[in-house]
Structures are given as structure tokens and as C-alpha cells.
């Protein structure tokens, strides 16, 4: 199962903007954000490939949701404008963003190139 994250739990397990400006990754392992809403149905249709990966990798890196309707104030942050967005936030540089639904192959590429996880 997927980790929802709330405000709370975003400042203190992804980055606390309410303290630094400068991006500073706060986890312990790469993270994949899948900010989503119920009722869209490309959410619908990445939710399973996300849960599969969420079990093959739960060692290598977090994978975490959040609520575009619950956490409005997170999601403003981020400038979501389109859901799903996808934040990939690897250990050591920026983090990057990724529109629409997006296919299996293309996480695992992502995972390798942008999170160096294998």
C-alpha cells in the first residue's frame, strides 16, 4: 500500500518548504509523488503499475500520493496545473517532473536515469 502524505508528513519525510527555499531532499532514499484526485481517470489507470512498483523497489526508494483535493496547499506549492503529475526526487540534485499517465517502461527508465535505481 502506498504512503498518502499530508503537509505534515511531507515537510517532514520530502522537503520543508515552510523553512528553506533551496530544494534539500529530507528522506532517507529516492521518492517517486503521485499527485492525484479520485475522480481522474488517468490517476485510475497509473494507481496499479504504481502499487506493483511500490512493492518491487520497496527497498531501493519511497513511493508516496498525494491528494490534490485534501492537500491543496501541497499541491499549490508545486504548481500542479494537471494531475497525474509525477515528482521523481532523486537523493542528489533536483527533483523532476512528469505530466499524464505514464507506462511501466517509462518509470523504470526514469527510476534508472533519474533516481539511479536499478
Same mark, same amino acid.
Given at each position: 500500500?502506498?504512503?498518502? +502524505?499530508?503537509?505534515?508528513?511531507?515537510? /517532514?519525510?520530502?522537503?520543508?518548504?515552510?523553512?528553506?527555499?533551496?530544494?534539500?531532499?529530507?528522506?532517507?532514499?529516492?521518492?517517486?509523488?503521485?499527485?492525484?484526485?479520485?475522480?481522474? %481517470?488517468?490517476?485510475?489507470?497509473?494507481? $496499479?503499475? +504504481? /502499487?506493483? +512498483?511500490?512493492?518491487?523497489?520497496?527497498?531501493?526508494?519511497?513511493?508516496?500520493?498525494?491528494?490534490?483535493?485534501?492537500? %491543496? =496547499?501541497?499541491?499549490?506549492?508545486?504548481?500542479?496545473?494537471?494531475?497525474?503529475?509525477?515528482?521523481?526526487?532523486?537523493? =542528489?540534485? %533536483? $527533483?523532476?517532473?512528469?505530466?499524464?499517465?505514464?507506462?511501466? /517502461?517509462?518509470? +523504470?527508465?526514469?527510476?534508472?536515469?533519474?533516481?539511479?535505481?536499478?
Amino acid at each position: 500500500m502506498l504512503e498518502h +502524505l499530508t503537509k505534515e508528513t511531507f515537510l /517532514e519525510k520530502v522537503f520543508d518548504y515552510q523553512k528553506n527555499t533551496d530544494w534539500k531532499f529530507a528522506g532517507d532514499k529516492p521518492c517517486l509523488i503521485d499527485f492525484y484526485a479520485d475522480w481522474c %481517470q488517468p490517476c485510475k489507470m497509473v494507481a $496499479p503499475i +504504481l /502499487e506493483e +512498483l511500490a512493492e518491487t523497489y520497496k527497498e531501493k526508494m519511497n513511493i508516496y500520493k498525494v491528494d490534490t483535493e485534501d492537500q %491543496q =496547499e501541497l499541491a499549490s506549492v508545486f504548481g500542479i496545473q494537471s494531475i497525474p503529475s509525477l515528482l521523481f526526487i532523486p537523493m =542528489e540534485g %533536483q $527533483p523532476q517532473m512528469a505530466l499524464g499517465a505514464l507506462p511501466k /517502461e517509462t518509470f +523504470l527508465k526514469a527510476f534508472k536515469d533519474v533516481l539511479k535505481v536499478e
